[in-house]
């Protein structure tokens, strides 16, 4: 069965940090772009942050996390994951953790109906 699964969401302050992760199964993580979503109350789902699967590289951060989130992968663990530091009240959301449909597809300019498999997301707080 292939899915993604995140965790690592909770309640933080303002200015503090969180880790998400992401763990694939049923597929290999590292042949599929994969990107980070998230979904506020009364919001569309957004990007924050994508790779490209052509070359491996992160092609998006949303401008608002630039500079404050990072996405990493581990391949040995099949798992990828979203850093996030100094956050603040507007990161509040649920965060999710997508893999395009295909192998080798680039990042789809990190719409969300670029991505197919979803996990059931991680809530993020942030609140004091």
């Known amino acids: 069965q292939v899915q993604v699964v995140e965790s690592g969401g909770g309640l933080v302050q303002p200015g503090g940090s969180l880790t998400l992760s992401c763990v694939a199964s049923?597929?290999?993580?590292?042949?599929?772009?994969i990107g980070w979503f998230r979904q506020a109350p009364g919001k569309e789902r957004e990007g924050v942050s994508c790779t490209s699967k052509i070359d491996g590289a992160v092609k998006y951060y949303l401008p608002s996390v630039k500079g404050r989130f990072t996405l990493s992968r581990n391949n040995t663990a099949n798992t990828v994951f979203l850093r996030m530091k100094n956050l603040n009240v507007s990161d509040t959301a649920i965060y999710y953790c997508?893999?395009?449909?295909?192998?080798?597809?680039?990042?789809?300019?990190?719409?969300?109906?670029?991505?197919?498999?979803w996990g059931q997301g991680t809530q993020v707080t942030v609140s004091s």
């Open positions: 997508a893999a395009r449909g295909r192998k080798g597809e680039g990042w789809g300019y990190c719409k969300p109906n670029e991505y197919t498999t």
């Open positions: 049923g597929f290999t993580l590292d042949d599929y772009a």
